[in-house]
């Protein structure tokens, strides 16, 4: 569905029946229904059914029985929940999801081009509070945009 890329960030608060509200430029974006699930560096993925489906093609095409295609799968698919938001743009974090991102009241939620992260606030500041240029020049040569 995504037609676009997602890019900004957003601070919102979890509501009494943990839920957050999913800024209105990236719902439009997502379609219907979409996939959250553990992200790297301690975030939640949101990911739109066709770039679910990319990530399920591509760890499909490997070696079943290697441990870090295995590993990645039991992570992905384990923790994955499809999803919407309701009719007011919230969605409800599941207990395990918020549990493994550190999410207790204040969430920040990035677009980071072809999907959506959800950070606890604390989580967010101590990554943004150690990025430094060398990290950004290390890592731009290393996917060669540099």
């Given at each position: 569905m995504s037609s676009g890329i997602f890019s900004g960030g957003y601070s919102h608060n979890l509501d009494e029946k943990n839920r957050v509200i999913i800024p209105q430029k990236f719902r439009l974006k997502l379609g219907e229904k979409f996939i959250i699930t553990r992200g790297l560096n301690g975030c939640l993925w949101i990911l739109t059914d066709?770039?679910?489906r990319d990530l399920d093609q591509r760890l499909s095409?490997?070696?079943?029985?290697?441990?870090?295609v295995?590993?990645?799968q039991r992570v992905f698919y384990g923790y994955a929940v499809e999803t919407g938001t309701d009719p007011q743009g919230r969605v409800a974090l599941p207990a395990n999801l918020r549990e493994v991102a550190g999410i207790?009241?204040?969430v920040v939620i990035i677009g980071t081009g072809r999907m959506i992260e959800i950070w606890s606030k604390e989580r967010w500041e101590q990554f943004t509070a150690s990025i430094t240029d060398e990290d950004l020049s290390a890592s731009a040569k290393a996917v060669q945009l540099a």
């Open positions: 066709d770039m679910f095409t490997q070696p079943l029985l290697d441990e870090n295995l590993f990645l207790n009241k204040e």
